[in-house]
């Protein structure tokens, strides 16, 4: 496997740390698989959630918030408006002791920013 992009320490607020990480994938298979593969690693496997969206061409949008309610609409709504499908694109946020609200939506509206940016998929 091997394709899976990981930015760490892309957004620090009030002790939360955040990542973003991305893979082109097809199926319910792969993104499964590169979710184990990140969840592989120690410092991701210690994070609080690993939030989750894809469009997939022939299913439509599947994601996941992992206890960070909302979290998957938001990256499905950025990919919805980059028009981008079969591109997984993970927000991991390790917990730093203080609650967020909704700047928390925020965070991961700029993390899927930095992945766009910083991979040159797309300027939103």
């Not at 990981?6 to 199926?27: M, P, Q, W």
């Not at 609080?48 to 918030?65: E, M, Y």
């Amino acid at each position: 496997m091997g394709g899976l992009i990981i930015f760490e320490n892309v957004l620090v607020d009030k002790g939360s740390k955040y990542a973003v990480s991305g893979a082109v994938v097809t199926d319910r298979e792969q993104i499964d698989a590169y979710l184990k593969q990140l969840k592989k690693q120690k410092k991701f496997a210690k994070a609080t959630h690993h939030s989750w969206g894809v469009i997939l061409s022939d299913k439509g949008p599947v994601k996941h918030d992992d206890g960070e309610t909302g979290a998957g609409m938001v990256i499905i709504r950025m990919l919805e408006r980059a028009e981008l499908e079969n591109h997984l694109i993970i927000v991991t946020r390790w917990f730093g002791g203080t609650k967020l609200g909704g700047d928390r939506f925020r965070h991961i509206q700029e993390s899927v920013r930095i992945y766009f940016d910083k991979t040159k998929l797309v300027l939103l």
